[in-house]
Each structure stands twice: as structure tokens, then as C-alpha cells.
């Protein structure tokens, strides 16, 4: 069975602090590892990691991908109290029609 | 760009009746939408796949008799909970993925929170 696992469940730091969030996947067949953050509603899209070891960021945030290790991490540095949220690591499963695996989420509480 | 609406946004009903969810992709034609279900602290758990113009397909456990998916036009999907109970009463969430757009790009709607008394 496909499953992507996600850790920690929960998180609370402080303001300024420095965040990584882990994601580790078993899939059948892999083609993308996917994150995203999701605050009230609908999840909004951060990265898509396919190639091993490189990095993608976008401003405070970075994330990587070790498909060796299937495994992806995500970073965020000097938080802010806008960074809470709940984020979500999910895989792309290639079929016909594209299907997504979504973890559990990482609930992360940002204290001011 | 690659906007999606879902309609309503929040619904109550009463147990043993039917809901339609509406999802719509306003700016792109969607040949493909998913729909998702969100229990509270959970993750989003794909329920079923459908593609204009043909059956959707679920995932295993998804009773296609209770959640009815019609994707009509490639910009609408409606999804019909069919004698809702309380245990139904959860987040749906729908995607689409946009006619020639980059592969695994799928873009979320708001969401729809239906609860079922």
C-alpha cells in the first residue's frame, strides 16, 4: 500500500526559529514528491521535488529530496506567526490521471 | 489564473437526505478533477478520480453508489453524498488539473464543509 509518512504530527517553536519538517514515502511507483501548506481551507502549493538533491527554495523556505533514501525535508527559517499552518507532504503517483498521496501534516504553531 | 470554486461552502443537513457539491474550474478547462474528504486532524484522502465525460474512478473503500460523481463539462464536477449519515460529515475538497497544464499541477478548491445532523 502507497503511504506517505510525515513528523513530526505537531510542532510549536518560537518566532525566529528555524524549522525543518521530515516526510518519508513507500510508493509503488514514484515520479514527484509535492508540499503544501494549508491554513484554513484548501492547500496551497509550495514545492515539487523530482530530481535527487537539489534544492528548491522560495524565500524562507527550502526543501530537498533524497529519493535514495525516499525521503524529503522541508525547511523554514526565521519563522514568523504568518508560518502557521499545517503542511502537507504528498507523492505523484504517474498513472493516467496523475493520483496524489497525501500525508498526515505537520500542524506547526508559530508563538510570537 | 487557475482559479476552482466549490459550492457551497458550508452545508447542513439532515441525516438520510442527498448533498451536491459543485466544483468548478473558472479560468481553465479541467480534464481532470479529484475529490478529496478531510476528517478533523487528518490528512486529505483521495476518494475518487474523474475525467470529463467519463465514469470517475474510486479509490478502494469509496462506495460509488453513495458518493456520485458527475463531471459533465471540463470546467464542472458535482459531487452527490446520497443518504448523508452524521459519520459522513467531513471536509470535500476538489482539484483540477488543467488541459495541458505541468505534470501533477492540480489546483485546490476552498472546500466544502458538510455536516450532517
Known amino acids: 500500500e502507497d503511504k506517505v509518512v510525515q513528523s513530526p504530527l505537531s510542532l510549536v517553536v518560537h518566532e525566529g526559529d528555524t524549522v525543518t519538517l521530515n516526510c518519508s514515502y513507500e510508493?509503488?511507483?514514484?515520479?514527484?514528491l509535492l508540499w503544501y501548506k494549508q491554513e484554513k481551507k484548501a492547500p496551497t502549493f509550495l514545492f515539487m521535488l523530482?530530481?535527487?538533491?537539489i534544492e528548491k527554495k522560495s524565500g524562507r523556505l527550502s526543501s530537498i529530496l533524497d529519493k535514495k533514501e525516499l525521503f524529503s525535508i522541508l525547511n523554514i527559517t526565521a519563522t514568523q506567526t504568518g508560518d502557521s499552518a499545517v503542511y502537507l507532504c504528498?507523492?505523484?503517483?504517474?498513472?493516467?490521471?496523475?493520483?496524489?498521496?497525501f500525508g498526515k501534516g505537520t500542524r506547526l504553531h508559530i508563538l510570537p | 489564473g487557475a482559479v476552482v470554486s466549490q459550492h457551497p461552502s458550508r452545508v447542513i443537513c439532515k441525516s438520510g437526505t442527498s448533498v451536491k457539491i459543485e466544483c468548478r474550474s473558472l479560468?481553465?478547462?479541467?480534464?481532470?478533477m479529484f475529490w478529496y474528504r478531510q476528517f478533523p486532524k487528518q490528512s486529505l484522502m483521495l476518494m475518487a478520480t474523474?475525467?470529463?465525460?467519463?465514469?470517475?474512478?474510486?479509490e478502494q473503500g469509496v462506495e460509488k453508489d453513495k458518493f456520485l460523481i458527475n463531471h459533465a463539462s471540463l470546467t464542472l464536477s458535482t459531487l452527490t453524498v446520497t443518504s448523508a449519515h452524521p459519520e459522513d460529515s467531513s471536509f470535500y475538497i476538489c482539484?483540477?488539473?488543467?488541459?495541458?497544464?505541468?505534470?501533477?499541477?492540480?489546483?485546490f478548491g476552498p472546500g466544502t464543509r458538510l455536516t450532517v445532523t
Open positions: 482539484s483540477a488539473r488543467r488541459r495541458g497544464g505541468r505534470l501533477g499541477e492540480q489546483y
Open positions: 510508493v509503488t511507483n514514484f515520479r514527484s
Open positions: 523530482t530530481s535527487s538533491g
Open positions: 504528498a507523492v505523484l503517483i504517474p498513472n493516467r490521471d496523475d493520483k496524489i498521496i
Open positions: 479560468d481553465f478547462q479541467a480534464t481532470t
Open positions: 474523474s475525467n470529463e465525460g467519463s465514469k470517475a474512478t474510486y
